[in-house]
């Protein structure tokens, strides 16, 4: 029988599953689902911003299914979402919101929000999986 250490949950093993859950609905969810849960839970500005564009009433367009991004934009999104619902999910919403915005060390002191709109959606994740192990 495996001793209580053995079975235990580390913090990386619960980051890990948790990014798998992320991953998921990551890649389920509808481009227009996607742009209107950012949309909600970070206003339409930010998640303009994320995505890199201008033109904060595209997002509104995007999530209403009236409009699509263009493939950079939605790769944005979509890692955007899979970094948000990690952190949601092992934390809180409103935790998630202020990690997005806020500065970061494991960043270089940037925002992950502006680090994801630069194409660095990877980083970020590092940085998000990183922070959720207590690192």
Known sequence: MPSFEETAITPETR???LARQAHAL??????ADTARFLK???GQQLTARLAGI???????KWATGKASPSQNAET???DALQIFQL????????TARAWLIGM??????????????EGR???????ARAYLAGS
Do not use: H, T, W
Request: glycine share 4%; aromatic share 2%; net charge negative.
């Open 121 to 127: 959606g990877r980083e970020v994740m590092v940085a």
């Open 76 to 78: 944005r999104l979509r």
């Open 15 to 17: 980051v890990s599953e």
């Open 104 to 117: 970061n060390p494991q960043l270089d002191d940037e925002a992950p929000l502006k680090v994801i709109a």
């Open 40 to 42: 909600d839970n970070l």
């Open 87 to 94: 952190i949601q999910e092992a934390e809180s919403l409103y």
């Open 26 to 31: 990551a890649v389920r969810m509808s481009v």
């Open 54 to 60: 201008s033109d904060a009433k595209q997002v509104g």
